[in-house]
């Protein structure tokens, strides 16, 4: 009996030992790529950003690091938006984590008309502008998200310098399950994404106007883009989130600050 119970005990060691080695590994191996993860994520976000500013074509072959850095820091200017004036503000925008911020009570607020579901936003955001060769600014890109079906989605929308012809909607990244292959995940089809270039957000009246429709009439006019077919809900989740961020609670301040030449 007394055999047994030694066994029971070394084994018991032996298992809690293990544990403890495994642990150890694993605790060390996520503290030793915590900076190398933050570093991909920021160069997968940097991509699609190039993306969207029509710097890099995704049909053909990646862009290395290196490439990808480069055309980066070359065009694109990373800043700080404060939404409710619409002005510049200090900080350091290429590593500003808006969902970070916005789960921070004191610096964000929870919008009156959520319509894209996005619960909290934070009262800082970042904008990219992208210049040409000669330093002259040529598409502004605003960060965008909303909830789908099935989980949040990421986009990059990017604006030509009227502040009102679309250039792309890139989608880049979603929360939890994802949209579902094939129906909503179609918002990262090539063929989908192609259909926003040259669309206009606002109305001769200053109304915003783009819609995601079924109406075969209204997509192809200047204001309309095809729905998504089979996949109503993300349709309304894109509509919903463009509405959200290009209105009072969203970009809009900083918007018509840029129109009226507010903002250097």
């Not at 997968?44 to 710097?55: M, S, T």
């Not at 980066?72 to 004036?85: E, F, G, P, Q, S």
């Not at 990262?188 to 995601?212: C, E, F, R, T």
Request: net charge negative; proline share 4%; aromatic share 10%.
């Amino acid at each position: 009996m007394a055999s047994n119970k030694d066994s029971f005990g070394r084994t018991l060691f032996v298992v809690v030992g293990l544990c403890f080695i495994c642990s150890v590994f694993v605790s060390t191996a996520a503290v030793l790529l915590r900076p190398t993860q933050i570093e991909n994520k920021l160069l997968d976000k940097q991509k699609y950003i190039l993306e969207a500013a029509g710097l890099t074509n995704p049909k053909e072959a990646s862009m290395g690091k290196a490439e990808v850095l480069e055309t980066y820091n070359k065009y694109v200017v990373a800043r700080l938006v404060d939404l409710k004036t619409g002005n510049w503000v200090e900080g350091d925008a290429d590593s500003f984590d808006a969902d970070k911020a916005a789960r921070d009570v004191a610096n964000s607020f929870k919008p009156q008309n959520d319509i894209a579901s996005v619960k909290r936003v934070a009262n800082t955001a970042v904008v990219y502008v992208v210049n040409d060769d000669q330093g002259k600014p040529k598409t502004l890109i605003l960060p965008i998200k909303g909830y789908g079906l099935w989980s949040t989605m990421y986009a990059f929308l990017a604006i030509e310098p009227d502040l009102n012809t679309i250039q792309s909607l890139v989608y880049y990244s979603f929360t939890g399950a994802g949209e579902t292959p094939g129906l909503g995940g179609e918002v990262q089809n090539p063929q989908w994404m192609a259909k926003w270039h040259g669309k206009k957000l606002y109305d001769p009246q200053g109304n915003l106007a783009i819609s995601v429709t079924k109406n075969p009439v209204v997509a192809a006019s200047e204001y309309g883009v095809d729905a998504l077919s089979g996949a109503t809900l993300t349709g309304n989740g894109v509509q919903n989130s463009l509405e959200f961020w290009l209105g009072d609670e969203g970009f809009a301040h900083f918007i018509e600050k840029v129109r009226n030449g507010g903002l250097s």
